[in-house]
C-alpha cells in the first residue's frame, strides 16, 4: 500500500520557525573583484579567473572545518590559515596574517531575494525565527552586516553548538533557547543536510525558497 504524503503544517501549527543561512538567506557577493583590487595595492596584479580559482580553493579547505572557529582566537586562526591557502593557489608571496583582514572584508554577504520580506511576513503572524547554519561563530556578525540578524531572537552556528547539520545538535540548542516544541517548529533550507538534520531533531521541513514560505504557510500578503 503506498504511503501517504505528509501534509505541509501551515502557519496556525507552529510557533517557530528555523532558517539555513547560506543558500536560504544570504548568498555570496563573488569577492574576486575585491580580492583583486587588494592584491594589486600591495604589488601583485593577477587575472579575475586566477583570483576566482584561489578563493574556490579557499571554500573547499574552510567548509569542513568551520568547527574550528570557536571563539575570537580559533576563529582569528581559521581566518588566518583560510587566508593563507587562498594566497598559496594565488601563487602571491604575501604574509598570510598582514592580509587576513582584507581578505576576510573581501567576504560579503548579500540578502537573497525576497529573504527579508519574508523574514518580517513570519515575525508579523507571531513565529519566533532562529538562524541555524553550520559556521563558524562570525554568523551573527555576518548577519548583522547583512542586515538580517534583528529578525532572530537567536542565532547558532555550527561551531557553538559543536556539530555540524545534519547532527540535530544545533536544532537543540535552539529550541532551547526559544522554548518551543520541536513538533511545532519548521526548518527551511537548501539541501540534504537541512532536511535530514530537521528530520532528526523532530522539526517538520520545507525547502528554499525563503521568499515562498510565507506563502506556503496560507500567509496572505498582508500578514
Known sequence: ?????????????????????????????????????????RGFE????????????????????TLEGTDQASLSDLRRRCTAVFLEHAKVEL????????FV???????????ASALARLRRAGLVLACVSNWDISLAGQLE????????????SSAEAGAA???????????????VDPA????????????????AARLSFE???LATLPARLGLGRKS
Open 46 to 65: 593577477r587575472e579575475l579567473e586566477d583570483v576566482a580559482a584561489a578563493f574556490r580553493a579557499e571554500v573547499a579547505y574552510y567548509l569542513p572545518r
Open 207 to 209: 525547502p528554499a525558497p
Open 145 to 156: 552586516r547583512a542586515g538580517l540578524a534583528g529578525s532572530f531572537s537567536e542565532i547558532v
Open 105 to 115: 572584508e573581501s567576504i560579503v554577504f548579500e540578502p537573497l531575494a525576497g529573504a
Open 1 to 41: 500500500m503506498p504511503s501517504r504524503k505528509t501534509a505541509s503544517p501551515t502557519a496556525v501549527d507552529l510557533d517557530a520557525v528555523t532558517v539555513d543561512a547560506m543558500g536560504t538567506l544570504v548568498e555570496l557577493d563573488a569577492p574576486a573583484g575585491r580580492l583583486r583590487t587588494a592584491l594589486a595595492e
Open 95 to 102: 604574509d598570510a596574517e598582514g592580509f587576513t583582514s582584507a
Open 184 to 199: 511545532r517548529t519548521l526548518h527551511i533550507g537548501d539541501g540534504d543536510a537541512d532536511r535530514g538534520g530537521a528530520a
Open 165 to 179: 547539520k545534519p547532527d540535530p545538535a544545533m536544532f537543540a540548542v535552539a529550541l532551547e533557547r526559544l522554548g
